[in-house]
């Protein structure tokens, strides 16, 4: 898991081959501005998801995997967002079976720690990383980059 703000971007466009299209697709468009729904960048190797949705208490923080891709999410309007995160060895308490489709498998235990997103802040979650989003108070834009490893 990365935190970070996007002044910083450019120190993290190394680290996976995609990158640096997505922090180059952030600076050259109004990602606020857009419509909500999935915009593709490059198909299914580079997408993106644009939400605004009402945050839910930290007491029901479900952590989910992903096992296809990468998560490079920033928040776009609102005042934070928490999310939970835990190291995957330590998701075992499954809801379902992975969605291969949805890549993506839920988890009902309690997040080691928390940390907050403000707007002008981004955070990198890798399939290693269970992560539990869209906690706080309040209703926030945001968007979720899925770069496919």
Not at 78 to 96: I, N, P, R
Request: proline share 4%; net charge negative; hydrophobic share 35%.
């Amino acid at each position: 898991m990365i935190l970070d703000t996007l002044k910083n971007k450019e120190q993290y466009a190394q680290l996976h081959p995609r990158f640096k299209q997505v922090f180059d697709f952030i600076e050259q468009h109004d990602i606020a501005a857009m419509e909500c729904g999935r915009h593709d960048i490059d198909g299914d190797d580079i997408f993106l998801s644009v939400q605004e949705l009402e945050l839910k208490p930290t007491a029901e923080a479900r952590l989910e995997l992903h096992r296809k891709y990468i998560d490079i999410q920033l928040l776009l309007r609102g005042e934070e967002e928490l999310f939970g995160w835990s190291d995957k060895k330590d998701c075992t308490q499954s809801e379902a079976p992975f969605d291969e489709q949805k890549d993506i498998e839920f988890f009902t235990d309690t997040p080691q720690c928390f940390y907050s997103l403000k707007v002008g802040q981004f955070t990198i979650l890798y399939p290693e990383d269970g992560h539990a989003p869209m906690l706080g108070k309040g209703k926030v834009k945001k968007c979720i980059f899925k770069i496919k490893l």
